[in-house]
């Protein structure tokens, strides 16, 4: 992962192949920020460039410029904070996440950058080393072609030798990881990273690490009537796995149970999606990414909270031996389920999983999913839903502010229940089509009991077809980790 150290350095010295500058839109123009450290000549010549320059300081515009003779670095990279009322303005923290991140993206292929965004606070250091982390991203599986990631930072700041400030670094550290790791996941070929594989691969993150890991493979599952994921996996040659991952410290304040879907790839079954609806769906499997990502960040944070992660792996695929609209299956637990549709078959891994997470008595179990294609028509492709207990929900909902990412809290009308149901079993996997983001997290309420509880449904934000963004790349995002992460350090600090 790229280097980042903190440092108080002069900037007017700093030896860098790019310096990075904020510039924000006001009400009077564009304005630097967070130039404090420069000579007061060099940060007029700056600023007498930006109008010229066509420099407006909106977000994710980041303009490069020739540094000058009078600063230490060859490149002046001027990245864009958005609107701000007035020259004193204040800059939020994701705000400058998305600044760190959209600059240091965008000079992938240089060595050495400098940060030198306005920061006063250890939070607002950490943001910006966050967002640069996360930033400085780029799949290479299976390329070679193109610029790498920028390979060390530094961040200029007066906080450089503040505790508090190197602490937010090392967690930045330990998120930007997270989030490389689920990104690299998601975008794993299918061909390549199948429930088997998975599970491998959830081993080996674990390996020398506080967190254990047990893998039931599909004889397993049969005999322990985990009936969703071995009916999904029915029609692969390649069988499903449930992957249970436990990290539990001494003395922990509190057990949290994480679920995530694992459709390693999702053709829709004998319900076959049309072929252009299956060209991302290797993202089907980025609930359980996040899970494995945020249980083992969890660990890295020695946060005093229990933490039990459970992966439901399997690949949805059409064949004589697939299942069939109109088989009954039965959940672990005895629950019947009418599967009325072989497309909506991350329900179903789903049931089984929090069932089995559900039985070890945690405070809260928290699942994440790409679950349905209603969520993008409700709310987009960057904004998740959260459903569940009112308690638990309203925690997932501050913790993504707290975050910078966007949750939106969505109720569970009962009478939507109505519309799953079946003379032929105790549920239909199918119901009302208005509202089938609602209708499914409905489904997944039917195997939680009492426990409390949220579901996190991320079918647009965990993958990004468009442009990049931000710190955001093209391909998978690794949204939805920073959320659970925070839940978590909330229920350390109770």
Not at 139 to 158: I, K, M, N
Not at 265 to 284: I, N, Q, R, V, Y
Request: proline share 5%; net charge negative; aromatic share 4%.
């Amino acid at each position: 992962m790229t280097e980042l150290k903190l440092t108080a350095k002069d900037l007017s010295r700093a030896r860098a192949d790019a310096l990075v500058l904020g510039v924000a839109a006001t009400d009077d123009g564009p304005r630097l920020m967070g130039a404090g450290a420069l000579p007061e000549a060099t940060s007029s010549r700056i600023t007498g460039l930006l109008r010229p320059m066509g420099v407006t300081g909106r977000t994710d515009e980041v303009v490069r410029l020739p540094a000058g003779d009078d600063l230490g670095a060859d490149v002046l990279a001027l990245t864009g904070l958005g609107t701000v009322a007035s020259a004193a303005g204040t800059v939020g923290t994701e705000t400058l996440r998305r600044a760190a991140g959209a600059a240091v993206r965008q000079l992938a292929g240089t060595a050495d950058v400098v940060l030198a965004l306005p920061a006063t606070t250890a939070a607002e250091v950490g943001a910006i080393a966050e967002g640069a982390l996360m930033g400085a991203y780029r799949f290479d599986r299976y390329t070679r072609s193109g610029p790498g990631p920028v390979a060390r930072l530094e961040l200029v700041t007066d906080l450089a030798r503040d505790r508090a400030a190197k602490a937010a670094v090392s967690r930045a550290e330990v998120v930007a990881e997270g989030v490389r790791a689920t990104r690299d996941l998601v975008n794993a070929s299918p061909s390549h990273l199948y429930p088997e594989a998975f599970a491998e691969e959830a081993r080996a993150a674990a390996k020398g690490t506080k967190v254990k890991v047990t893998v039931l493979d599909e004889t397993e599952l049969e005999e322990g009537g985990y009936g969703g994921l071995v009916g999904v996996g029915k029609g692969s040659a390649r069988p499903p796995r449930l992957v249970r991952l436990s990290y539990a410290p001494a003395r922990a304040k509190a057990h949290y149970a994480l679920v995530g879907k694992g459709i390693t790839f999702d053709s829709g079954g004998l319900s076959l999606k049309p072929a252009k609806g299956m060209e991302t769906m290797k993202l089907d499997m980025a609930g359980a990414a996040t899970v494995l990502s945020t249980v083992l960040a969890a660990a890295a944070l020695d946060l005093p909270v229990k933490v039990t992660g459970w992966l439901a792996l399997a690949e949805n695929m059409p064949s004589g031996t697939a299942q069939r609209p109109s088989d009954v299956i039965t959940i672990r637990g005895g629950t019947t389920v009418e599967v009325l549709n072989t497309d909506a078959e991350g329900r179903l891994v789903m049931a089984d999983a929090l069932v089995a997470a559900c039985e070890e008595g945690p405070d809260a179990v928290l699942d994440i999913a790409t679950l349905t294609g209603a969520q993008m028509v409700a709310l987009g492709n960057q904004v998740g839903a959260v459903m569940g207990t009112d308690d638990v929900r309203a925690s997932v909902v501050a913790a993504a502010e707290r975050s910078g990412e966007q949750f939106w809290p969505m109720p569970l009308p009962a009478e939507l229940r109505e519309s799953m149901k079946t003379p032929m079993a105790d549920i239909a996997n199918m119901g009302e089509r208005n509202g089938g983001m609602l209708v499914a997290g409905l489904f997944l309420q039917e195997f939680v009991g009492t426990t409390p509880w949220a579901h996190l449904d991320v079918a647009g934000p965990a993958y990004n077809e468009g442009e990049p963004r931000g710190y955001t790349p093209k391909g998978g995002t690794g949204m939805g980790l920073r959320t659970l992460l925070s839940v978590l350090e909330g229920a350390a600090q109770r």
